[in-house]
């Protein structure tokens, strides 16, 4: 009795285990394991993210173990913030043999500038909108009468004053 699928096209198995390598993927398989959509993998060979993957007979495309990596990394990059366009700067980062700790340390100082800058911010939108909240003295009154609706049409929503 044989144990398995057969690697045979019409059962669509065409991963093969060898010492820790797998080559030869199908982009569902490469979905799956890197935990993105399949037009995410799609749209990251537009853009080049990941190099465009050859393609067997069939049409179909063949994806190895280093694009599961390369998914991987991007994927992480991204949860800390990063933007394809920066994620794109440190994938070249990584392949440039002239390129050092001290180019990609300065990629991380400018995003963590850029983090500070996006809390301070936030933290703005967050003091204005406790005093808009303050300024509702009446909460069953008709909110035509609201003052926190009126100070969004007036200057304090532009900065220009405080609700009091």
Request: net charge positive; charged share 25%.
């Given at each position: 009795m044989q144990k398995g699928l057969d690697s045979v096209v019409y059962y669509r198995v065409y991963a093969f285990y060898?010492?820790?390598?797998?080559?030869?993927?199908?982009?569902?398989w490469l979905a799956k394991t890197a935990q993105v959509?399949?037009?995410?993998?799609?749209?990251y060979e537009r853009r080049?993210?990941?190099?465009?993957?050859?393609?067997r007979a069939s049409g179909y495309r063949q994806f190895s173990q280093k694009d599961v990596e390369r998914l991987r990394f991007i994927?992480?990059?991204?949860?800390?913030?990063?933007?394809?366009?920066?994620?794109?700067?440190?994938?070249?980062?990584?392949?440039?043999?002239?390129?050092?700790c001290g180019d990609v340390s300065a990629r991380i100082e400018h995003k963590l500038m850029d983090v500070e800058g996006k809390i301070k911010t936030l933290n703005n939108i967050k003091k204005a909108?406790?005093?808009l909240k303050k300024a509702c003295k009446e909460p069953g009154a008709p909110s035509k009468d609201c003052p926190i609706l009126e100070s969004l049409d007036g200057e304090e929503a532009r900065g220009e004053k405080t609700v009091k």
């Open positions: 060898d010492g820790g390598r797998m080559e030869g993927v199908h982009i569902g959509n399949i037009e995410t993998i799609r749209y080049g993210l990941i190099p465009k993957a050859p393609r994927k992480h990059a991204k949860a800390l913030g990063f933007t394809l366009d920066e994620v794109t700067e440190l994938l070249a980062l990584k392949v440039e043999p002239a390129a050092t909108l406790i005093r």
